[in-house]
């Protein structure tokens, strides 16, 4: 498929999800996937052989450096983030870590978001002091940003929406920022997935996934992505390649198998989250809905500017605090208690039990969580049967 240029329509989202990557001959080709189900390739002689050696020949060789079935999952993200390149991962975590690699050594700094998925919060607090890479914290809303840049910040790092409460970064504003400084922009676009911004088309230089939750969509496999420019998922894949977080084959069918269907899951999913965040802020025991669909969100003019969509992952605050979150979530029916998101089933999860475990009461109101605080990601049951089960376990 052909990047988008103004004499040449750009397929929509369903169709290069569906295709991308997938381009079909003849009699007798397969329409569904086929599992590369191998760990090495055949050469068909050593003349073959020497030109990969020198870097002239794009054969596969070995499954960690690049396989078939990954190569289809590969060209369908990079369509549908409007990238040239992808690069697809073991998990999410394998995708950042590889990537914040790719283009930070000792010395750099980095300017990260506060509120970002744990294991990249941990990563970045825990192991890159390390290395003697420097991460500099900033809110969501970036105020103060340019007070964190010094002659050795690199790089640009961004959640939107954020968890558990859905704050979003101003994606103009920041790649803005980023390109002022001359920064390399990162974003983890999880919770929106390419079907509601596409952050590479605004400037961004790469974008991450853990195409766990929405790409894979069916709480099946852990599984990763990077996108961006080819020089830049060539460095990612080099980082792979050597630290080892590449795909196994069978976990590249499930992510494009899922894939084919992202859009109408996730269109889905969204308004069927708009149906359950409206029937939560007018229950009675609910002191507040974090959903960037009401218009009672802050972020929600900013959600209408940049969001497709405004996702299908919301939370909310009970009146009655932490044993009333739990009476809840112990007493729904079809709402799942499970980490995670993204899935056909929709979960419920208490924060301060997961991504926030740990964490002293202040530190909780820094990140808008109240210990009554539960996280909601909605499926793609029924919205009837959904609101039934929110009724009787709020009752
Ligand atoms: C789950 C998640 C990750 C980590 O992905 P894994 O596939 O579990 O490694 C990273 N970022 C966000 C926003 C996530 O939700």
């Known amino acids: 498929m052909k990047k988008s240029k103004k004499t040449v329509k750009r397929a929509g989202d369903a169709t290069l999800a569906i295709h991308a990557g997938q381009e079909k001959f003849g009699i007798g080709a397969s329409v569904g996937v086929e599992i590369a189900r191998t760990a090495n390739f055949t050469f068909a002689n050593t003349e073959e052989m020497k030109r990969w050696a020198q870097g002239k020949s794009s054969a596969y060789i070995y499954t960690r450096y690049g396989n078939p079935t990954l190569t289809i999952a590969e060209k369908k993200l990079a369509a549908l983030e409007g990238a040239e390149a992808a690069v697809v991962t073991a998990s999410g975590m394998a995708a950042i870590s590889s990537a914040l690699l790719s283009v ?205 969509g405004f996702g299908a992952m919301l939370a909310f605050d009970l009146k009655d605090g932490l044993s009333a979150a739990r009476h809840f979530c112990d007493r729904t029916r079809i709402f799942l208690l499970a980490a995670s998101l993204g899935g056909a089933e929709s979960l419920v999860v208490l924060p301060i039990y997961s991504s926030h475990y740990n964490m002293s009461l202040q530190e909780l109101r820094g990140a808008g969580v109240e210990p009554g605080t539960v996280r909601v990601s909605v499926g793609l049951e029924d919205p009837e049967n959904l609101l039934e089960d929110l009724r009787q376990a709020l009752a």
Not at 175 to 200: G, R, Y
Not at 239 to 254: K, R, T, V, W
Request: glycine share 6%.
């Open 104 to 308: 930070l050594k000792a010395g750099d700094e980095v300017i990260a978001t506060r509120q970002v998925y744990g294991g990249t919060y941990r990563l970045m607090r825990d192991v890159f002091p390390r290395m003697a890479i420097v991460v500099r914290h900033v809110e969501s809303d970036l105020a103060g940003i340019e007070r964190l840049i010094t002659p050795r910040t690199k790089a640009l790092y961004i959640e939107t929406p954020t968890n558990p409460t859905l704050r979003l970064v101003d994606l103009k504003k920041a790649i803005a920022f980023a390109k002022e400084w001359d920064l390399i922009s990162l974003i983890d676009n999880t919770f929106a997935s390419p079907v509601l911004q596409k952050p590479i088309e605004m400037g961004f230089d790469i974008v991450l996934h853990s195409a766990t939750k929405y790409l894979a969509g069916h709480s099946d496999v852990i599984a990763g992505a990077a996108a961006g420019s080819h020089a830049r998922m060539e460095k990612v894949r080099d980082l792979i390649i050597y630290l080892g977080g590449s795909m196994d084959p069978e976990a590249a069918f499930l992510l494009i198998r899922g894939m084919k269907t992202l859009e109408l899951r996730v269109l889905r999913q969204c308004a069927t989250a708009m149906i359950v965040a409206r029937y939560l802020a007018k229950h009675p025991k609910v002191a507040r809905v974090h959903y960037p669909g009401l218009p009672s969100h802050p972020d929600h003019l900013l959600a209408k500017r940049q969001m497709r």
